[in-house]
């Protein structure tokens, strides 16, 4: 196999941005998906890129669109079950607290946030961990979509580099 040298760093850099981006579908400070197509993107600056400019576009929409809806979802999810803006922001505090205890920290801290936060605005426990529950469904298909997304991307990137 004859591979450029400057092949093998975008690959290289591509593989580590696909990796980070796994990551950031559960760590909230790190944006996954974008990070996943920023290696698929270096990817295509091989001599021979493995991707058609359409998929590339079509990958770029879908990046957009979870990007997006890994906000919005959380939050249907918490007025859905009717949670109080003190819900959501204790939902988004468990969430940052929740990653010095990760992995568990992470799927937990934002149902106890969102506990937590109900409780202080006055909500009664079973309205409470309703709404609470609700914020942390929320969480976990903002969650699932960006790891389906992040995940079919890396798969991508790998079948094409091997």
């Not at 992470?106 to 605005?121: D, H, K, N, T, Y």
């Not at 969650?143 to 798969?155: D, E, F, G």
Request: aromatic letters at 14%; one cysteine or more; glycine letters at 14%.
């Amino acid at each position: 196999m004859d591979i450029a040298w400057a092949d093998l760093i975008w690959i290289i850099i591509g593989g580590l941005l696909i990796g980070v981006g796994l990551l950031g579908c559960f760590l909230p400070i790190i944006p996954g998906p974008p990070l996943s197509f920023a290696g698929l993107l270096l990817l295509q600056l091989k001599t021979d890129p493995p991707f058609t400019t359409n998929y590339m576009l079509i990958w770029a929409g879908i990046t957009v669109v979870v990007t997006i809806l890994d906000y919005v979802i959380p939050v249907i999810g918490a007025k859905k079950f009717g949670a109080s803006k003190a819900g959501i922001w204790g939902s988004m505090i468990g969430l940052i607290v929740g990653i010095f205890f990760a992995p568990f920290g992470i799927i937990v801290g934002p149902f106890i946030g969102a506990l937590i936060g109900e409780l202080i605005a006055g909500k009664r426990s079973g309205k409470a961990f309703k709404a609470a529950f609700g914020t942390f469904l929320g969480f976990i298909l903002g969650t699932l979509l960006k790891l389906i997304a992040s995940a079919y991307m890396a798969y991508e990137f790998f079948t094409h580099i091997v």
